[in-house]
């Protein structure tokens, strides 16, 4: 029998829950706007000749593209395909860190681009992938237990997204469950390689968002990633709850200081909003709002992913 008593109560849950739900699903284009919008202009104007600075570029002006709309932004990037496409890979993992955003940008703009901008854009990526997959030190950085193998992983999963393979999705997947949850997180919901490092702090933050990213790129409706946990509980959700307290107080972190750059940490974290939204948790969202959005250029290469708003947002053609 449905009582008064019973009525409110369960109004009250509805309310909380779409609460709840409105919190940790936050209008980043509404934060982020006045933050692009600020960069756009040197980004309009940038004639970038290195990969990192490329992906800066394009990214900027992708989201800018995004929130306004005005085609000139769109073809501002496709200027650059002839530049960014003559570039080749190195053989440091963490220097192809620039396309996953990359992947993810181009992803906004197969409308604006022509048949032959694309097809050389599609075969530039083809060549990342074959590297990637069948290079001797990138296959050893895919199977390394450090932040190294979490950079492969993201940008194998941000090229086989924007082409839509779906075998090569599947395959990151299985390996982001294993070996990448066992070889790098243990109980505690530590990074114990990047402990080990002479920037633990800062490297600890880094695979975090490299994590993050890959999981916001592979997760979906029909594979619950965000979800998953070993036998023993360790997921990103262990990393998340781990990370959260020393993200919101720096003092808190107990293991030793960072050798360089301790006090510039830790910066607006793409991967608190990531988990913030899959979790249901609006506190990590409300810090990660709160965080420095500016980066400071001695620890910009710590920063995998610039602009958030081109991770969560659905491209037109599902891609």
């Known amino acids: 029998m449905l009582t008064r008593r019973n009525f409110l109560a369960a109004s009250a849950s509805t309310l909380i829950a779409a609460r709840l739900r409105a919190q940790s699903s936050p209008d980043v284009a509404s934060i982020e706007r006045s933050r ?15 990969l990192p600075d490329l992906s800066t570029t394009i990214v900027t002006l992708t989201a800018t593209f995004l929130l306004t709309k005005d085609d000139k932004y769109a073809k501002r990037v496709l200027s650059h395909l002839d530049v960014l496409t003559a570039i080749r890979p190195g053989q440091d993992v963490l220097t192809l860190i620039p396309i996953a955003e990359i992947a993810i940008a181009f992803r906004f703009l197969v409308d604006s681009a022509s048949a032959s901008q694309l097809s050389k854009l599609d075969e530039w990526f083809l060549g990342i992938k074959l590297f990637l997959n069948a290079d001797p030190e990138m296959t050893l950085a895919r199977d390394r237990h450090d932040h190294r193998a979490s950079a492969w992983l993201l940008v194998s999963s941000a090229i086989a997204r924007y082409q839509r393979d779906d075998t090569a999705l599947d395959a990151c997947r299985r390996i982001f469950r294993k070996p990448t949850l066992r070889n790098q997180i243990n109980q505690q919901g530590q990074f114990p390689e990047e402990l080990a490092t002479a920037n633990p702090y800062r490297n600890t933050l880094f695979n975090f968002d490299l994590l993050c990213g890959t999981c916001q790129l592979l997760a979906s409706p029909f594979d619950l990633l965000w979800d998953y946990e070993l036998i023993d509980g360790i997921g990103l959700r262990v990393i998340a709850a781990a990370l959260y307290p020393v993200i919101a107080d720096r003092s808190k972190w107990a293991a030793v200081s960072d050798a360089e750059h301790f006090h510039d940490l830790p910066g607006r974290r793409p991967g608190l909003l990531f988990a913030g939204r ?11 709002r709160s965080l420095q959005p500016e980066i400071p250029p001695a620890i910009a290469e710590s920063f995998p992913i610039r602009e958030p708003l081109l991770w969560i947002t659905r491209a037109q053609h599902g891609l």
Do not use: C, H, Q, V
């Not at 692009?36 to 290195?50: E, G, R």
């Not at 899959?278 to 990660?288: F, G, N, V």
């Open 278 to 288: 899959a979790y249901k948790r609006p506190e990590y969202i409300d810090l990660w």
């Open 36 to 50: 692009i919008l600020a960069a756009a202009p040197a980004a309009l104007a940038a004639k970038p000749t290195t």
